[in-house]
């Protein structure tokens, strides 16, 4: 079991940026590859950024590159995730989550999952 906990989000304006945070607990945190998603109201979950476990591979979604920067400290058991030049349309509530099997952009492959943090972008 791995718990984890979101913080960080909050009020930005366009252009903009915020670092979010997830803090893990539980199970050794530095087996675990984790990733970023979020999900907009009425929208699906969709995916954001994968880190590896050792922090050697990072992916992004398209739209998103050159924009956000995933990264990871397992000393501390957190990943971040650093966002630029945020955008209107960035808003959503973001989740981390650790991946167990499966396709990285999948949330299917991810067991464990924070609750959450809101990120609102105004323009």
């Known amino acids: 079991q791995v718990q984890l906990v979101e913080s960080g989000g909050g009020l930005v304006q366009s252009g903009g940026s915020l670092r979010l945070s997830c803090a893990a607990s539980?199970?050794?945190?530095?087996?675990?590859?984790m990733g970023w998603f979020r999900q907009a109201p009425g929208k699906e979950r969709v995916f954001v950024s994968f880190i590896s476990s050792n922090a050697y591979n990072t992916v992004y979604a398209d739209s998103l590159k050159g924009r956000f920067t995933i990264s990871r400290d397992n000393a501390k058991n957190t990943v971040y995730l650093q966002m630029n030049s945020l955008k209107p349309e960035d808003t959503a509530v973001y989740y981390c989550?650790?991946?167990?099997?499966?396709?990285?952009?999948?949330?299917?492959?991810?067991?464990?999952w924070g609750q959450g943090t809101q990120v609102t972008v105004s323009s």
């Open positions: 539980g199970r050794t945190f530095s087996n675990y590859n």
């Open positions: 989550a650790a991946r167990t099997s499966g396709s990285l952009y999948s949330p299917l492959s991810y067991t464990y």
